[in-house]
């Protein structure tokens, strides 16, 4: 480790001083015009393999370039930004390969949604040698070291990819000394269920590891959902057992409501995958109705009209705009949307993600939305 | 229909403001349609265009640092400064000027993004983003509103009021142009605008550190760092430096003055712009621009701002995008009877020229609004 060290401080003492040159770019800007992932300043990684899981999810193996720091956790989420059309689009998803070396590739498998632009293009346009920016690791949904004796892992659908990093780091350590994993994991049918052969190859050769499949669809007589509400059937000791939960939201908030009336809220773990923001056609969207607008530093919260620039709206509420030409040009009031969807008021256009700037000056809020002022 | 505008007085001879039977609101719309078709098309090619530009820049500023590294040889010293010339002119114009318009924000790519780019120009990003994208882009030739309207030391305009010091405008003007990014961090600074209690001292006084900082790494690097780096090929290396920074200051202040100061170009009264729809906002671009005409490389030379009018008015579309509305915007300008000033860069930069002599004496004729500058049929 302290060579390692060594020679990160070496790099950037060197790095460091040619920006004395390059300024004001870096040297990593340069860098990049050679491989994109040698900048540090806009991490990326390299898609050196695309593998179909099922009909609709493929597994991407990432090559991570110099700027994203290796160290992560089985069960954390890497955010991915690709660009399609010309627009930057940033996803998160679970990373399902366990931390290994700095610069080794890791995977991720990636679901594709009917209505899913990003998705779908991830997971079936993507070839190999395609470049995506990287940010770093992150997420509290991973198993402490070392993991506690008696494991449920509760999981549905695209949902077990985070579990999958969790159990095959295990199985790397061969498992801790005692401990005891059971799956209990939902999905269409078997033909359907990512990582369904590895998984039940797993259970046959693990002897710490049991797997509990659930189908809702295969079969004469289709099984339903996986409700909590059945768990006791099938995990008769999830009172004793720390839970990991990932799936869709419906099996996520009535697994806490159960946890929560059994008085063991603090034993189970919840993923929620990022949720999207609200289209333009739900209620909360409407055209005609005013929203509520919340500004996160200044901890003002607001109600405007549809019509209303967010510019004007903060102003009125006594929050400080940054601002300038007050019409679109200058970019004066750019400001992070931590949540929600704008209207632009010269087009019309809904837009806006998580993380976007957006220019208060032409943009109403389409349903609750919140700044990063 | 005719939208009125405040017209009063109005001199018997002098040219209407809008042009007689302009209908600004049709103009608007008409103009409007130019942009959203322009939205509706933007994408992939368009990033690969600004991308291009992105790499062609650092490989000809890569190329032309080496080159200037061994530039004892006189064929070297030659091909490492016009590299390092054209680098910089792209980084100024079609990259710094434009990104920090907003052009690519689109992209939604925090690389080439108005909130992060910082340019090769002692200017900081922000003082530049707040004089030139707020104040001249909103009052576009309004006398006593925009600054870039003579740059606080030039009278442009029978408008502004002459003052003896005008007199020696053409001199100035000249020993100036090869020092204009120099010139243009100072204007950044507003100093004019503490006198006058528009800005505080406070604002000025941080302001005036960051620009010193700034220029003071800029000058480090091309005139110290890699002077010292070329050893025994220091000297020349240094000339080549300076040569292309000046050459690339001449260029950047032909192109800016060539945009707005031409004959046929007007000026405006702030009550003229008092309570403006967007159509009569989107005339006052058109009367108070004008375009260069030439070839691809003048264009992509200049930032396309060549295409002046159609950058002013849709300062944010990306660049790539102006020359191929140039003749619709012509045709919507035209049609409604609003005149589209262009010519040859010879041409508009006489112009220019003959306009800063003839503004640096004092007026003969009293009037009490501008017309067309060139225009002297009193
Ligand atoms: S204030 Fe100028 S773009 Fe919003």
New interface residues.
């Given amino acids: 480790m302290p060579r390692r060290v060594l020679t990160e401080g070496a790099v950037r003492l060197v790095l460091g001083a040619a920006g004395?040159?390059t300024?004001?770019?870096l040297p990593d800007?340069?860098l990049a015009?050679a491989d994109p992932l040698l900048s540090r300043?806009?991490p990326a990684g390299r898609v050196e393999e695309v593998r179909a899981e099922t009909a609709e999810a493929s597994t991407l193996v990432l090559r991570p370039g110099h700027g994203w720091r290796p160290a992560h956790r089985a069960g954390q989420y890497v955010p991915l930004g690709v660009?399609i059309?010309?627009?930057?689009?940033w996803r998160a998803y679970s990373l399902t390969t366990p931390p290994d070396g700095p610069g080794e590739p890791f995977s991720i498998t990636v679901k594709a949604l009917p209505e899913g632009r990003v998705s779908r293009y991830l997971a079936h346009r993507l070839r190999p040698g395609d470049v995506l920016r990287l940010g770093p690791a992150q997420g509290t949904f991973h198993l402490p070291a070392p993991p506690p004796r008696r494991v449920l892992l509760l999981t549905a659908g695209i949902g077990i990819t985070p579990v999958m990093a969790m159990l095959r780091a295990l199985s790397d350590e061969g498992g801790t000394a005692g401990t005891d994993v059971l799956l209990v994991h939902s999905s269409p049918d078997p033909g359907r269920t990512v990582f369904g052969p590895e998984l039940r190859a797993m259970a046959e050769r693990l002897p710490w590891f049991r797997l509990h499949e659930h189908h809702t669809r295969a079969g004469a007589r289709p099984a339903g959902h996986l409700t909590p509400a059945r768990l006791p059937a099938v995990c008769p000791d999830w009172r004793e057992r720390a839970t990991w939960a990932c799936g869709p939201a419906a099996l996520l908030e009535s697994a806490e409501r159960l946890w929560a009336a059994a008085g063991l809220a603090d034993r189970l773990h919840v993923e929620r995958f990022r949720p999207l923001p609200p289209g333009p056609s739900s209620p909360a969207g409407s055209l005609s109705s005013d929203a509520r607008v919340r500004f996160a530093a200044s901890g003002v919260e607001t109600t405007v009209g549809a019509g209303t620039p967010l510019l004007q709206a903060g102003e009125a509420a006594g929050v400080a705009m940054p601002s300038?030409?007050r019409?679109?040009?200058?970019?004066?009031c750019?400001t992070p949307l931590l949540h929600g969807r704008v209207r632009d008021l010269r087009?019309g256009e809904v837009h806006g993600e998580p993380g976007?700037?957006i220019?208060t000056c032409v943009s109403a809020a389409c349903g609750p939305v919140t700044l990063d002022l | 229909m005719v939208t009125a505008v405040p017209t009063e007085p109005v001199l018997p001879d002098s040219p209407d403001v809008p042009p007689r039977g302009t209908d600004t609101e049709a103009l608007g719309r008409a103009l409007d349609r130019i942009r959203a078709d322009v939205l509706a098309r933007r994408g992939a090619e368009d990033a690969r265009y600004i991308h291009t530009v992105v790499a062609v820049h650092r490989r000809l500023e890569i190329g032309g640092r080496a080159a200037l590294a061994v530039s004892l040889l006189p064929p070297a010293w030659l091909v490492g400064t016009a590299a390092l010339t054209t680098a910089k002119i792209l980084e100024n114009l079609e990259l710094g000027h434009n990104i920090m318009h907003g052009q690519w924000d689109w992209m939604r790519d925090p690389a080439i993004h108005s909130t992060t780019w910082e340019w090769d120009n002692p200017t900081p990003a922000y003082a530049w983003k707040h004089t030139h994208n707020h104040i001249h882009h909103t009052w576009t030739n309004v006398v006593g509103r925009d600054r870039d309207l003579g740059f606080t030391v030039l009278r442009m305009t029978k408008d502004q009021a002459w003052r003896p010091v005008h007199l020696f405008q053409p001199f100035y003007t000249a020993l100036g142009a090869p020092f204009f990014e120099w010139l243009a961090a100072l204007y950044d600074l507003e100093a004019d605008a503490v006198l006058q209690r528009r800005k505080s001292l406070r604002a000025f006084l941080r302001d005036a550190t960051g620009t010193v900082r700034k220029g003071v790494r800029q000058a480090a690097k091309d005139y110290l760092f890699f002077p010292v780096l070329a050893g025994p090929s220091a000297l020349p290396c240094l000339l080549g430096n300076l040569t292309a920074n000046t050459a690339r200051s001449l260029w950047a202040h032909t192109v800016i003055f060539c945009g707005h100061f031409p004959d046929g170009v007007r000026s405006f009264t702030v009550e003229e712009t008092e309570n403006e729809t967007r159509g009569q906002w989107y005339l006052r671009q058109a009367l108070g621009s004008a375009d260069i005409e030439g070839g691809t490389v003048l264009h992509v030379l200049s930032g396309n701002l060549s295409h002046q009018i159609e950058h002013h008015l849709f300062p944010d579309l990306p660049s790539n995008r102006y020359a191929e509305i140039a003749p619709r915007v012509r045709e919507v300008l035209t049609a409604h009877g609003v005149p589209y000033t262009t010519g040859p860069l010879l041409k508009q930069y006489a112009s220019t020229w003959a306009r800063i002599c003839r503004m640096a004496l004092p007026d003969l004729r009293r009037t009490t609004r501008s017309r067309p500058e060139g225009d002297e049929s009193v």
């Fill in positions: 004395r040159l300024t004001p770019l800007d340069y015009l300043r806009w660009r059309d010309g627009v930057l689009h300038g030409c019409m679109g040009i200058c970019f004066g750019v087009t976007d700037l220019q």
